[in-house]
């Protein structure tokens, strides 16, 4: 893991620079992200404004090297809680350095703080490299939409139902 990584709530003022880091992460992978820094500035404007409480970045000493946005109060299926992951943003330079592991436990812990029984999110058809990183957390294929798959985890605070 990279030294001293921190993980934090993101400060107003830091906008620009998560757009930035957002248009490098997704080079090669546009066809499943925003693809202008307009639309990345509207889409995270968007992503903090559902849930500022649940946008957390990463630092190492004192720069940002990562985000991400998750939302706790999301409604999963039959209308179970859940924390929705929209999107976790690692540097290029900083990917493999255990970054996006952190942010993800904090994603994680952050559903099991506020009683979420799953933790879910997207990820692009295709797009194997996510998809079998986040196998490697727990997480399972539960359907499609699209071009999308739909990927859950059961969290320990989560009451296991028949539904879920």
């Avoid at 499943?32 to 968007?46: F, I, K």
């Avoid at 209308?79 to 436990?105: D, F, K, Y």
């Avoid at 997480?139 to 296991?160: D, E, I, T, Y």
């Amino acid at each position: 893991m990279a030294k001293s990584v921190r993980i934090r709530p993101v400060r107003e003022g830091e906008l620009e620079e998560l757009v930035r880091i957002y248009m490098r992460a997704y080079r090669g992978l546009e066809e499943y992200a925003e693809r202008t820094p307009e639309d990345a500035r509207a889409y995270l404007e968007w992503l903090y404004g559902t849930c500022p409480e649940g946008f957390f970045v990463a630092e190492v000493d004192g720069k940002i090297v990562g985000f991400l946005a998750c939302n706790p109060h999301w409604q999963g299926p039959h209308g179970n809680s859940t924390c929705e992951i929209h999107e976790i943003v690692v540097a290029p330079e900083w990917q493999r350095q255990g970054i996006g592991s952190a942010l993800m436990e904090r994603a994680l812990s952050f559903g099991e703080e506020n009683g979420c029984a799953t933790a879910t999110l997207w990820v692009g058809r295709g797009n194997d490299k996510a998809l079998n990183w986040y196998r490697k957390f727990g997480f399972q294929l539960v359907g499609s939409w699209g071009r999308w798959l739909r990927m859950r985890k059961p969290l320990r605070s989560g009451v296991k139902t028949a539904s879920d």
